[in-house]
């Protein structure tokens, strides 16, 4: 994507809506997407990436559980982001989230879904250890026809 105009980046953002799966119950998808164009920065808010500058990106897709878009920088699968929303050069709203997936389309796009969720300093502010955070991250809960009573948990 180096070099290219805005119209040329959205024809390539628009060649990938073959690949968009907007339907709910597909796959891990719980909420419809819908199809929206605009520009996101991506601020690192975990210690996997070492640069400080925002990461650029193009959105393709949202729904009420996450986006999609297109960036020219790898993003790891499970590293987390404050997606910042820009209108007219401005951030007008941000949101944090997780990256759930991410594909090399060619040497320099690469395709991510990110999951929206909660910010990491409010999981801080609940007294949440730093490394038990992740292991919160065990995806939906499994369905169990069993019931737990107030007596079966372990509150301290």
């Given at each position: 994507?180096?070099?290219e105009?805005?119209?040329?980046?959205?024809?390539?953002?628009?060649?990938?809506?073959?690949?968009?799966?907007?339907?709910?119950g597909?796959?891990?998808?719980?909420?419809?997407?819908?199809?929206?164009?605009?520009?996101?920065?991506?601020?690192?808010?975990?210690?996997?990436?070492?640069?400080?500058?925002?990461?650029?990106?193009?959105?393709?897709?949202?729904?009420?559980?996450?986006?999609?878009?297109?960036?020219?920088?790898?993003?790891?699968?499970?590293?987390?982001?404050?997606?910042?929303?820009?209108?007219?050069?401005?951030?007008?709203?941000?949101?944090?989230?997780?990256?759930?997936?991410?594909?090399?389309?060619?040497?320099?796009?690469?395709?991510?879904?990110?999951?929206?969720?909660?910010?990491?300093?409010?999981?801080?502010?609940?007294?949440?250890?730093?490394?038990?955070?992740a292991?919160?991250?065990?995806?939906?809960?499994?369905?169990?026809?069993?019931?737990?009573?107030?007596?079966?948990?372990?509150?301290?």
């Open positions: 994507m180096d070099h105009t805005p119209s040329q980046r959205l024809a390539r953002i628009e060649a990938l809506e073959a690949l968009r799966d907007t339907a709910v597909t796959g891990d998808r719980r909420f419809q997407r819908h199809q929206v164009r605009g520009n996101i920065e991506l601020i690192k808010t975990d210690e996997t990436r070492q640069t400080s500058y925002p990461v650029v990106g193009n959105l393709r897709d949202g729904g009420l559980g996450g986006v999609g878009f297109v960036t020219e920088e790898a993003l790891d699968v499970g590293s987390s982001y404050r997606i910042c929303f820009v209108k007219s050069g401005s951030i007008v709203e941000s949101q944090p989230a997780v990256v759930r997936h991410s594909r090399c389309l060619d040497d320099s796009t690469y395709l991510v879904g990110a999951q929206f969720c909660a910010e990491l300093g409010l999981m801080h502010l609940m007294d949440v250890n730093e490394h038990e955070i292991k919160l991250d065990a995806g939906p809960p499994q369905e169990s026809d069993a019931f737990l009573g107030p007596d079966d948990l372990n509150i301290s």
